[in-house]
């Protein structure tokens, strides 16, 4: 049920980011060339459910990782991070669309604000996969019953 509550959740907001991009950043120059607009809306499209799934990560990812027990600063970093790496993209392509990446110093802001913080990302989930890769695992299946012991004479 989760799952299908998920999917539904970030087609919802796919669909939605295109207006809502566009409102919140308007194209600072006219139309794309009409050749353009396709790649632009798919690009868009993807960029929108990234940050559909980080949000959805955001909420329901805390439970599984507060269920598995294991919060420490390096989970709460990779957490971050990974919502970090999906949700930034639709912002970030909002920015450049719009008057404010279209100046040096605007780029400049923008390379600052989501590329480093998308580099530190990237290294926070890196060392958390690496430390989860080489920790011991920790087989919780089930067991089945041990045998009593038969008392031989």
Same mark, same amino acid.
């Given at each position: 049920?989760? +799952?299908?509550?998920?999917?539904?959740?970030?087609?919802?907001?796919?669909?939605? *980011?295109?207006?809502?991009?566009?409102?919140?950043?308007?194209?600072?120059?006219?139309?794309?060339?009409?050749?353009?607009?396709? $790649?632009?809306? @798919? $690009?868009?499209?993807? /960029?929108?459910?990234?940050?559909?799934?980080? $949000?959805?990560?955001?909420?329901?990812? *805390?439970?599984?990782?507060?269920?598995?027990?294991?919060?420490?600063? @390096?989970? *709460?970093?990779?957490?971050?991070?990974?919502?970090?790496?999906?949700?930034?993209?639709?912002?970030?392509?909002? @920015?450049?669309?719009?008057?404010?990446? +279209?100046?040096?110093?605007?780029?400049?802001?923008?390379?600052?604000?989501?590329?480093?913080? @998308?580099?530190?990302?990237?290294?926070?989930?890196?060392?958390?996969?690496?430390?989860?890769? +080489? *920790?011991?695992?920790?087989?919780?299946?089930?067991?089945?019953?041990? /045998?009593?012991?038969?008392?031989?004479?």
């Amino acid at each position: 049920m989760a +799952r299908y509550v998920v999917l539904a959740l970030v087609a919802i907001w796919t669909v939605a *980011s295109l207006p809502i991009g566009l409102a919140i950043w308007p194209p600072a120059v006219g139309m794309p060339p009409t050749r353009l607009l396709p $790649v632009i809306a @798919l $690009v868009s499209l993807f /960029e929108g459910a990234a940050f559909g799934l980080g $949000v959805v990560f955001l909420v329901f990812g *805390s439970r599984v990782l507060r269920a598995a027990g294991r919060w420490t600063p @390096l989970t *709460s970093a990779a957490y971050a991070g990974i919502a970090w790496l999906l949700v930034s993209w639709w912002p970030h392509d909002g @920015l450049h669309r719009s008057g404010f990446g +279209r100046t040096i110093a605007g780029v400049a802001a923008i390379d600052i604000a989501f590329h480093t913080t @998308l580099i530190l990302a990237t290294g926070a989930v890196t060392v958390f996969f690496i430390r989860a890769i +080489r *920790s011991p695992v920790v087989d919780s299946s089930p067991q089945p019953a041990a /045998e009593p012991a038969v008392p031989t004479a």
